[in-house]
């Protein structure tokens, strides 16, 4: 048995290398795998214009009707070129009614390891954010907000996660997310008031929290920039039984990324250093032996 130390530990080394230099940066150099999603459904309260009540409330927005916002990321197709389409879905549903009051789907094609569009309007855009976050700015574009511009404000735990903060607040175009709108040449949608709050998990680049709002979209006229006819306001945040599940998910994909990256090459590296060592230990030992 002592004979099948150095061989056995000089292939688990091996192995260690092949996992940490190989396997491991293949599997998590991904930003979307096989499997991923990603899903938030978060309360808030939203209103929406009609022939009814064409104007905005003057009322406080948290006494707007309650709206569950049902968010849903997934990979829609793999592309043998090394893109990915992505099945990106906004929805958001009155409480009590069970009505949907708005829903937006979008394609986006991303690069499938770092995440990023490959569409050259989009360059440098991402409709979430990539692996490996850092502490700067990043534009966002998906279903919820186009050629978004979030900032790194600071860092903050959520639920034991250590997580970065990245904020906007200002006045956003929109006028995607509204396609059965007509507008008339000229005329935009804008979201007035916008604040925006991310919680992101750096290594995984996966939201944990998030909190949108706007005080009022309107239809804008881009020639003198005077804002015509309101469509809506909205606030959603994400907490509670969701808040829970999200922190649950991140911290699993995390424990996986160090299992792969950390844990198994030191293992194996480990194990096969013990042997190794036994190995050279049995070989010195018999060949000083007395015949």
Known sequence: MRKLY???????????????????????????????????????????TDETNPDLPTHPMSDDPINLVKRTFSVKERNADGTLVLEDNYKTIDVITGVVTWEFSYNPVVDAKTGAYTDPAFVGQYPLFPRNVQKISYTLSNASLLHLPVNFTGEDTISGIPTYVFEYQGTLETTAAYPNIALEPEQIIQCVGLSVRYFVEPITGEIVQISESCEGEWIVDTATNKQITPVGRWVSESKGEDLIRRVDKVQMMITSYQLMNTYLPLLLGGLGSVLVGLGIWANMNRKTAPK
Do not use: H
């Open 6 to 48: 150095l061989p056995i530990g000089i292939v688990l080394l091996i192995a260690a290398a092949v996992v940490k230099l190989m396997i491991s940066p293949q599997i998590l150099s991904e930003r979307f795998p096989a499997g991923w999603t990603w899903e938030v459904d978060s309360v808030g309260t939203a209103f929406y």
